[in-house]
């Protein structure tokens, strides 16, 4: 909503001096409502009370556990997304939603299993990192990090991604460093090579889940498009030319892509290369027929890539009672 009052107060003759108090209001202050931005007159508080509502949307719920707290949003045309908050010592993460629902149909994903609505606006994008902020300020504490991992594939709705992540790296906005934020991608290829272009220092994860492509062909269709090989080279130039790790996320399913010989495949594919793998469970949700792998088999995947100097981690899996945690956002049912 902040483009459309900037517009007025400049249709209105107003002075540029207010267009910076009302981003200051906005993005450093984090106020919650016009009645909070005291510099303005009453008059003029009066006038946008009438004439705007601050924010597209509005947050209906939040759920938290010890670590994770997960929002829920409705959008002007009664859409619901969510965005999680997550506690690591002093890291802020949030993990923000880029679309309603999901065109890529990934076999294992809650987001992937309703119909596609629509792209979220810029402002969408940037409201819930917005009302995440006026939450944390109330105990003295601010967003850290961002990663584009919530509901969507940002590569679909690139260029209010794209914008969005310039307002979280502006300095008189948010001001979040390039680096402590995160693009996850199916692996839309010609969408990485224009974000490789951009030069924006920004962090890339490929989400994989399988080292070869009919394995991948059935969880992921867009490997039909985008198979491994074409994928695994346009990352190798990205690091390249950023001197950037790229991270892999692979999600562990039991039976599916979690045995030894998986775990060889990956290390083929991999070996030699400046990459990070991000090891998952698979989260079990209602759309979906998978099993999560035992402790033991998630070990044993672990050390086949730990043996082959594959640097990896197995991701904490946050936010799982409340449906918060990775490929279970589905809106609201
Ligand atoms: N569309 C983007 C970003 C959103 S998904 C992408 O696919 O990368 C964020 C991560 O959660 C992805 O790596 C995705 O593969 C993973 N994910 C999806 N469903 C999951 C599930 N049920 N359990 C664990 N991770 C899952
Ligand atoms: Fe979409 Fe990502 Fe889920 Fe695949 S894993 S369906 S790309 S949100």
Do not use: W
Request: proline share 2%; net charge positive; charged share 30%.
């Amino acid at each position: 909503m902040y483009k459309k009052i900037n517009r007025y107060f400049q249709d209105n003759k107003l002075p540029k001096f207010r267009i910076k108090q009302l981003e200051e209001f906005v993005f450093k202050q984090f106020v919650s409502s016009f009645d909070e931005m005291t510099t303005f007159s009453k008059d003029l508080r009066e006038q946008l009370n009438e004439k705007f509502s601050l924010f597209t949307l509005s947050l209906i719920e939040t759920k938290k556990t010890k670590d994770t707290i997960k929002f829920v949003f409705k959008t002007e045309d009664n859409n619901y997304i969510e965005s999680v908050l997550m506690l690591h010592d002093k890291r802020r993460t949030v993990c923000v939603s880029s679309q309603i629902f999901c065109t890529m149909g990934c076999k294992f994903c809650a987001t992937g299993a309703k119909p596609f609505k629509r792209n979220l606006t810029v402002e969408e994008i940037v409201e819930q990192v917005l009302f995440i902020s006026q939450y944390l300020k109330k105990k003295d504490e601010r967003v850290s990090n961002i990663v584009y991992m919530g509901m969507g594939e940002p590569f679909m709705n690139y260029d209010n991604v794209i914008e969005s992540i310039k307002i979280f790296n502006n300095r008189d906005k948010f001001d979040i460093g390039a680096r402590h934020i995160v693009i996850s991608t199916c692996g839309i290829i010609p969408r990485i090579k224009e974000f490789m272009n951009l030069n924006l220092q920004v962090r890339l994860a490929i989400s994989l889940h399988a080292a070869n492509d009919e394995l991948r062909s059935s969880l992921m269709p867009i490997n039909k498009q985008y198979p491994l090989k074409n994928l695994i080279k346009v990352c190798d130039q990205f690091t390249e030319r950023t001197n950037k790790k790229v991270s892999y996320e692979y999600v562990l399913i039991r039976d599916v892509n979690d045995s030894e010989k998986d775990a060889k495949e990956l290390v083929q594919l991999l070996k030699g290369k400046l990459v990070h793998v991000n090891l998952i469970v698979y989260n079990p949700h209602d759309f979906a027929k998978f099993g999560r792998p035992s402790q033991s088999v998630v070990s044993n995947f672990k050390n086949v890539l730990d043996r082959n100097r594959i640097e990896c981690s197995i991701r904490r899996s946050m936010g799982d009672e409340i449906s918060g945690a990775c490929g279970q956002l589905a809106g609201k049912k």
